[in-house]
Structures are given as C-alpha cells and as structure tokens.
C-alpha cells in the first residue's frame, strides 16, 4: 500500500519543539533502553523514522507519542544527541494541535505572544466582570458570600465546565477518528468500548505506565499533583457550597482538611514542576516550551491564593479577602479556558485515551484475526 509522504513536516514540528533529529541515524538505542517500548509500540525510533521519511499520516494515526512519559533515558544515551525524548514531547504537543478543530491549540502552541495575551486577556475579564456584578460589599466582616454569591459562582462554574467539556470531548472524537477510524482497517465492536472502559479510567487515575519508568520520583510527583487537581475539581464543581462558606470552622472539620490536602498536593506538584525545569536536572526538564512553565505557574498562583483566601476569611480581613478572592479566580479561569481544551492539561486525558484507544484496537485486530483463520478453516 502506498503512503503519502509531507517533506514538510520536521519544519512544521519545529515550531511546536527541539526536535534535533536529523542527527539520527536510526542505531535503535532510544528504543531498545526505553522500560515501556514494545514489540507493537517500538517507540520512539519508528516516530523518528516517521518524521524523517515525512509519513505524517502514520503519526497522525498511532497513539505511540502518547505512550511515552518522558523519563528521558532514551535522550540520556543517545549516541547523536539527536533528543529523541523531546521529539515524542514536540509530537504529543503536534498532535494536541492536529486534535483540535478549533485552531486555537496550534496558535497557543506556536505563538507565545498569543498564549500570554490570551490569558491576560482572560484573566482581565474575569476581574471587570467583578468589578461589574459584584455584590454587596461588607466590610465590618467577612461575608465572602455576599461579595461573590456561591450559588452564581456554582453556576458559573458548571457553565464553564460544560463548555470546556464541548471542546474536549470534540477534541478526544477527532483523536478518535485518527486513531481508531483511519488508523486501523479492523471494525471495533461497542461491546470492546465498554469491557475496557476500565482502562480509561485506572489510567487516568493512576498513570500506571509511569511507574514502570526507571525512576519514579516523577511519577509519584504526577500522582500527589493530580490527586491535589481532582480532589479541588471535585470540590468546585459538586461540593462548593459546602467548601465556599462563611462559616467559621474549628481546625479538625473535614472542610478545612480535605481543601489542605489538594491545596498542599498542588502546591507541592506544580512547585516540584518548576523547580525541575529551573535546575533541569532531569532530561525530561531540559527542553521546556511555555506552556511547561505556564500551566504550572497559574496551578501555583492559583493553589496560593486559594490558601489565602481561607486564611484573611479566618483572620477576619474582609477587603484582603475579597481582593485575593478574585485574584484567585483571575488566575485559574484562564489555566481552565486556555490549558484544559488546548494546551499543557489536555495531555493528561490524552495519554490514557490513547492506552484506551491502543487496547481496543488490537482487541478488535485480534477478533478479525481470529474470525478470518475460523472462516478460512471451514472452507
């Protein structure tokens, strides 16, 4: 079967990273060091062909960029330096492009200055709309609520969710469309959607194939930070009016504790994220594009004046309360609009959908497989 090949394609990859693979000359270390490298996923030595030759349809089609977490062993002893670690990072950022239909993640991810603006722009909105429909505002005490209703900002929150949502889900059925529709020419049965659903969500969860990296510092990182993010996302979303309250507490109410945790789980994650790319230490900080520095600076910001906003409301700062409080919201409105759907988070539902995606499509493989031995059998 013939393939297209694009020899435009390492150009247009170089502007989403360092992908210095020219150097390469296809000896296999990458592949034969690499902990989570299979016979069927030869990772990354096939991607690396598949840019030079220009098969950008084939990569375009494979989860394999998805499947490597970047431990950086491959790109530690690699004999040309040709990085190929950062290549499956500058893929997976492509691929974040190419799934989304809106043409927003490309520009973010080629164009600093439109990242930056956008999240200015944001975060500017977010502040004249309170300036704008603030209510009333106390100041003899703190009456957070009265500031900023909970049942408006819950409102708020879930119309952002559902839009966001839109845009994901739109997104992950185009990462579909790729991967299962054109990437394999075997029919995938619903039932194999539903018996390895639980893929999708244990790897969400867990990141399981991280773990099996060499080290697993980075991995335990990544699972206090998302444990932080889903326990705050979980609080926002079902439980505000519980956790956004005027009361006044004692220190051993779960409320207090259960907000600690992911205030503490965040902070501690995306700190960690960047001090490894300021130290680069690791290989996996080496290269760092905007969007490394940014998601986890706004998840920074936005976990401290969280922590914030509860300790003026205890202290009984009524204006110091309702300042940081939108500072607070300035910050992580714009992580969720432009990080979620287009950028550095998106890659966090990605990886597990392609695990997903990969599982069910040799399950139906195999199935083809097996009906076509029976039927040439009983011929």
């Known amino acids: 079967m013939s393939k297209r090949v694009d020899p435009g394609l390492l150009n247009e990859l170089k502007q989403f990273g360092d992908v210095p693979i020219e150097a390469c000359f296809n000896c296999g270390n990458c592949t034969a ?47 040309r330096e040709a990085e190929p670690a950062e290549a499956q ?11 989304d239909w809106t043409g ?15 999240v200015l722009i944001t975060a500017v909105l977010v502040v004249l709309a309170f300036i704008v429909f603030h209510g009333p ?27 966001l949502s839109f845009f994901l889900l739109t997104n992950v059925a185009r990462m579909h469309h790729f991967i299962i529709r054109k990437g394999t020419d075997a029919q995938v049965p619903l039932v194999l959607y539903i018996t390895e659903a639980w893929q999708l969500a244990y790897n969400f969860v867990t990141q399981e194939r991280f773990s099996k990296c060499d080290e697993k510092r980075p991995w335990i990182n990544h699972l206090i930070l998302v444990s932080g993010y889903v326990t705050m996302l979980v609080l926002i979303l079902f439980l505000l009016p ?63 004046t969280g922590i914030l906003v509860h300790l003026f409301r205890y202290l009984g700062l009524p204006l110091a309360t309702y300042t940081i409080y ?54």
């Open 33 to 79: 060091v690499c902990p989570l490298s299979t016979d069927e996923t030869p990772f990354p030595r096939n991607n690396i062909r598949r840019i030079q030759v220009g098969l950008k349809e084939d990569i375009l089609h494979s989860p394999d960029p998805w499947l490597c977490y970047y431990c950086g062993d491959c790109s530690a002893t690699c004999p």
């Open 89 to 99: 990072m500058t893929l997976r950022r492509w691929l974040t492009a190419q799934y």
């Open 104 to 118: 927003l993640g490309r520009l973010f991810y080629t164009s600093p200055a439109w990242e930056v603006i956008s």
């Open 137 to 163: 505002m106390v100041t003899g005490q703190v009456e957070l609520n009265t500031f900023a209703p909970v049942d408006m900002i819950h409102l708020l929150d879930w119309v952002m969710a559902g839009l």
């Open 242 to 304: 519980w956790f956004q309250t005027d009361n006044i507490y004692p220190f051993w109410h779960p409320q207090r504790w259960v907000g600690y945790y992911a205030t503490i789980a965040l902070i501690y994650g995306a700190g960690a994220a960047l001090w490894g790319r300021f130290k680069k230490i690791r290989q996996m900080h080496r290269f760092s594009h905007l969007s490394d520095w940014l998601f986890p600076i706004l998840l920074l910001i936005g976990a401290v």
């Open 326 to 379: 939108v500072i607070h919201l300035s910050m992580m409105v714009p992580m969720l609009v432009i990080e979620v759907p287009f950028g550095k988070w998106a890659h966090l539902a990605y990886r597990p959908l392609a695990i997903y995606f990969q599982r069910v499509k040799e399950l139906a493989v195999e199935q083809q497989a097996r009906k076509e031995r029976l039927a040439s059998s009983g011929a």
